[in-house]
């Protein structure tokens, strides 16, 4: 092993050990400032009339990178030690955490690799690849991806960002909520019910330690796809438990097998429950989303909305925030699914 | 006539002897300041990489009712002789203006009457009256708009209020021009090009007024349809001539005849220019909205994007604002734009 290499493996386990909390919330909201987007907290009126609640939309797909996902890839990388900065960074992931780690990269002047099924949509790929990362592609049928990930990180002494289970990128994901928490104190209004997409719980986990600090009454729930509830059921019995593999659904980005390590430490103790939506939900989401926002949401970005517009929660009289988390959809599927009737 | 009917003449006559200027525009501002949406400029680095160049697109898209159109709207019927108010207001329009001024008109406590062609689409109506506005349908191929609004509007005694030509409804408008100037110098940035898709031409006006006190150096040009370039051929010749009659665009919002009164008495001292797009350039320029920025926006609202990305300026090296006006696009038509191969 060099010299540089035991630095970064000491740095990771340092790193594992340490818990987010509100204030490496705050920490991280000082570290972003002016570089990640304030996204606006969206309302429309004709929406609030016809739920007879009040309804906010933080719009975490105008993010750059087009999803949150840049939040935390770029809290994380900002910290590295230099050693590690002039390594260079790793990721695997076939969508929006890729291209926040690309970004956040090329911003910082680091070189990034990322690890990409070579079955992935052309246009992630040309993504990846526009933001100067370089793309190593692997055969996800025959090929294991931690294999070909570890020999490539260590031949290169590389580190890796992870997606979800990693202290700097909950805390970047957490500014989300302390966007939340002032973009409704500066309109005076306290929200009742927050509902956040979650797959590895990263970036619930970090809105929700904001949130828990600068609005304790406000109740906040995780939204998942059905058969990809990992969460939901994790919450309901106080442990990880994973999915039953075997499903599909069309929220590709959100279809993690099991809770993180981290971020369900944090869930446990801050969520009120989660909610299951089915496809046609989140596709019909996605349509309200086009019609009231103008704005272009992902399916696995849209589950939170599908959750409250498909009423699985009582909101009548409330105010309810929903966080749209990602916008990086294909356009012959959302060309599809606007052409569908509600 | 009667007494407050005269009272309301006599305010239109004097309204439209004042003419905009920045002092009115930063007015509006403070008038409208916690009611408007402060919409965001975005950035896309791929975008950029890609042009070579520094482009911001300003997502009025966003704004309360989809459009820019709620500005004017607000800031005029806001400022409305108690009289008038209690009266209520009037517009005739088949698009964005019918939303921004039912919609101030809810907010304010005010009865709106809108007059709209018995054939516009149904989503239009029922946006409208979901923002409880009264809507009158005509057959515009046998009735006389004109006809029909000085009737409606001389027997309830309405005040009408214009899509453009109107002292506060510019004035209005222009506060997308100060939020433009605030929102780049926050960055550092000097904008070099800004370009403004041009209807009646309010949106431009108030725009310029504003950039040329706050970024005198910014040339400002107009982008049009083909065939609709009223305001840059009018430019050209220093003087306000019509569009040819019998054309098609699928720009429905921006398709006025000739520009306003008032509109082209500012927009002739400000502007660089005019831009026309062809169609095609428009369908183009909403794909690209929606890869690089997550945007929807209608085809009238795209057409500075288009003039932009279709290269009629030389931008290299440059800073660009382009202005996405409104979003309010059918859906089928949009899924039908996405689903053409680039």
Redesign the interface.
């Known amino acids: 092993m060099n010299p540089n290499l035991q630095i970064n493996w000491i740095n990771s386990l340092l790193e594992f050990d340490k818990i987010p909390s509100y204030q490496s919330v705050r920490d991280a909201a000082e570290n972003l400032s ?1 570089i990640v ?1 304030r ?2 907290l ?1 309302e429309s ?2 929406l609030n ?2 739920l007879g609640a009040r309804f906010f939309l933080k ?1 975490e ?2 993010q ?3 999803s949150f996902k840049f939040r935390g890839a770029y809290n994380t990388i900002s910290r590295l030690a230099e050693e590690q900065k002039a390594s260079g960074v790793f990721a695997y992931s076939s969508g929006n955490h890729a291209q926040g780690v690309a ?1 956040s990269a ?2 910082l002047g680091i070189k990034a690799t990322i690890l990409m099924p070579e079955d992935t949509p052309s246009v992630k790929l040309d ?1 990846t690849r ?2 100067g990362a370089k793309v190593v592609t692997y055969d996800r049928y025959h090929q294991s991806r931690e294999d070909i990930g570890r020999k490539i990180a260590e031949e290169n002494n590389l580190t890796l960002i992870k997606p979800y289970d990693n202290y700097f990128v909950i805390s970047g994901q957490g500014t989300t909520g302390i966007e939340i928490a002032e973009q409704l104190k500066a309109r005076d209004v306290h929200a009742d019910i927050c509902v956040c997409p979650a797959g590895g719980g990263g970036l619930i986990a970090g809105t929700s330690l904001a949130l828990r600090d600068l609005s304790p009454d406000t109740k906040i729930y995780a939204a998942e796809p059905k058969n990809f509830d990992d969460l939901k059921r994790s919450l309901e019995l106080g442990e990880r438990v994973s999915n039953e593999p075997g499903h599909r659904s069309i929220c590709d980005a959100i279809v993690t097998p099991i809770p993180g390590e981290i971020t369900f430490g944090i869930n446990k103790t801050t969520l009120a429950g989660g909610l299951a939506v089915s496809d046609a939900e989140t596709r019909s989401a996605l ?1 309200a989303a ?2 009231y ?5 992902e399916p696995g970005g849209a589950v939170a909305i599908a959750a409250v517009l498909s009423g699985k929660l009582d909101i009548k009289g409330k105010t309810v925030v929903a966080i749209a988390s990602g ?2 959809v294909d ?2 599927l ?3 699914i ?2 569908e009737r509600a």
């Open positions: 002016g987007v996204t606006p969206l009126y004709a009339e016809k719009c797909t105008l750059h990178t087009g970004l090329k911003m993504n526009g933001y349509r086009f019609h926002f103008k704005c272009v949401v916008g990086n356009p012959m959302f060309s599809e606007l052409a």
